[in-house]
């Protein structure tokens, strides 16, 4: 069987340890590899192939940063199939979603190839008589980035491009139940004339997440997965002094008001409650009906999802297996927490029939209406294809009950009234919203993140946020010596 190695300094490692984890195909079930599990030592090699590099890295010019990113997204875009075998193979989401990952993550690329631009500074003449100020930004040194498993290529993909282009050194540490996609970028970004160590990929779990959280020389953490552990990575990576970004979980309201168009609103609820089976942080996983439309809205909703197809990700089906058994035996755990919760399940995911092996990790579409909202169907994060329906009497009871959720990743509202979005705009507390629009991730050049817990420091992903955050600022007071101004003065310059 393969195993999956680290990549350091350029070239596969394979580092000390002697613990790995089973890679599975999630559409059949089988092991189809399996992935080292980093020792502290081995990302003490990483990060020092890290620290070697950087300086020659840093030290190049925008231009040749930018050639390299700019042969960096040819090569990705002309074999953007190959990676979405991987995804698909080690994932499970469908050929159509895993070319969707890689597109918006070509557009992070995109972005970043624009750096000489973005990370330009500013520059004041005579602020005071003779003097001028400039700033710069420069890089941070080395940057740690842990990804989590429901889009190992785009997630990676909204940090180390930026991070790459902005001057620093890259130690990524991606999830270890879908390894391949990063050691595939690894190696794509030697062809594009990357200099070695400065893009590395360490395998593991906790040890290996301690590790890099705790390295003197890793100057920032870039963290996404679930709350409880973005919360950790927070705190940990503070304490270590640490620049820190952790993205968490969610739970995506989507706000029906009763002009709404229905039929478009139940084809984005099932898009956006389905796609990828539903493991996507910005998955709509709540309907909130403003009466009278919930029965309407239900009958529509579960009509279409009779038509979805599921199986395995290579054979044109709309959705794919979920991650691992565990996850899949997990979710469906929330269907039997509905029926003693007193919620109506209307279409039952279990059972399905699917094109695909017995062993995969199958799991339906399937809506739960009359969702109580002190079911832990609704307070959790279920991450899974569980589109959940609650019905309430008027806008301003939707918009509490999604104000009130800890969560504020993203919302959608649908509705033909002008005013009401605008007014929905500005009143909930939710970092990405959508206007008729389910599932509203910004593109490339704005950036990425919620609110809440769904985003643990201040600063959001790609985008203008993270020029910001993959760079520090040096503010220049600049003077060139002339005779007239000299003697003593213990003030500040005041003209
Ligand atoms: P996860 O939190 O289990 O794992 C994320 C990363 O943390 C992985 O690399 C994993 O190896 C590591 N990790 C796991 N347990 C750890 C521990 N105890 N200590 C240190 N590191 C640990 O998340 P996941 O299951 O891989 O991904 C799904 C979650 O990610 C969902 O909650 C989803 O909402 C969230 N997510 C959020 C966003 C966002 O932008 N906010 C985007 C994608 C996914």
Not at 162 to 179: F, Q, R
Request: proline letters at 5%.
């Amino acid at each position: 069987m393969n195993t999956v190695d680290h990549w350091v300094a350029g070239r596969a490692f394979a580092g000390e340890s002697s613990r790995t984890s089973p890679v599975f195909n999630p559409a059949t079930g089988v092991v189809s590899r399996d992935v080292r599990l980093a020792t502290s030592g081995d990302v003490d090699a990483a990060v020092a192939a890290a620290t070697a590099a950087f300086a020659g890295w840093s030290g190049a010019s925008w231009a040749k940063r930018q050639q390299v990113l700019f042969a960096f997204r040819e090569l990705l875009n002309a074999r953007k199939d190959e990676v979405a075998a991987i995804l698909t193979n080690e994932h499970g989401k469908v050929t159509a979603d895993a070319l969707g990952e890689i597109a918006r993550g070509l557009e992070v690329v995109e972005f970043a190839t624009g750096i000489p631009y973005l990370a330009k500074g500013e520059y004041s003449e005579n602020v005071s008589t003779g003097v001028d100020v400039y700033s710069t930004r420069q890089p941070l040194g080395v940057v740690g980035i842990i990804s989590p498993f429901n889009f190992p290529a785009m997630v990676p993909l909204w940090f180390f491009p930026i991070a790459i282009a902005a001057g620093n050194t890259v130690v990524l540490k991606p999830s270890e139940k879908d390894p391949s996609a990063a050691i595939w970028m690894a190696e794509l970004w030697k062809e594009a004339g990357l200099p070695d160590g400065v893009f590395n990929v360490v395998h593991g779990d906790k040890v290996a997440v301690d590790a890099l959280l705790e390295h003197p020389d890793v100057a920032s953490i870039s963290f996404v997965g679930s709350t409880p552990i973005a919360k950790y990575i927070y705190e940990t990576a503070a304490k270590h002094g640490k620049r820190v970004q952790a993205l968490g979980g969610a739970k995506n309201h989507m706000l029906v008001l009763p002009d709404a168009d229905l039929d478009l609103v139940a084809d984005s609820a099932v898009n956006a409650g389905f796609g990828s089976a539903g493991e996507r942080c910005m998955a709509i996983s709540v309907v909130v009906a403003v009466e009278p439309v919930a029965d309407d809205l239900v009958e529509k909703i579960a009509s279409r999802m009779s038509t979805l197809t599921v199986g395995d990700g290579t054979r044109g089906c709309d959705m794919g297996p979920l991650i691992s058994r565990e996850h899949r035996d997990k979710v469906a755990g929330y269907l039997e927490i509905a029926e003693t919760d007193g919620a109506e399940i209307v279409v039952d995911g279990r059972g399905i029939e699917v094109d695909g092996a017995d062993d995969g990790f199958w799991l339906g579409p399937t809506l739960i209406d009359r969702v109580p909202t002190d079911s832990a169907v609704y307070t959790d994060e279920i991450f899974g294809p569980v589109l959940s329906v609650v019905r309430v009497a008027t806008y301003e009871e939707g918009v509490a009950l999604i104000n009130f959720s800890r969560y504020g990743n993203g919302t959608a509202i649908f509705t033909n009234d002008g005013g009401a979005a605008r007014r929905f705009q500005r009143e909930v507390n939710v970092g990405m919203i959508g206007i008729n629009v389910p599932i509203p991730v910004p593109v490339g050049y704005f950036s990425f993140g919620g609110w809440k817990d769904s985003l643990f420091g201040d600063t959001k992903a790609y985008g203008p946020d993270a020029i910001h955050f993959f760079t520090r600022q040096k503010a220049i007071t600049s003077r060139w010596l002339d005779p007239s101004h000299g003697g003593i003065n213990l003030g500040f310059p005041q003209n």
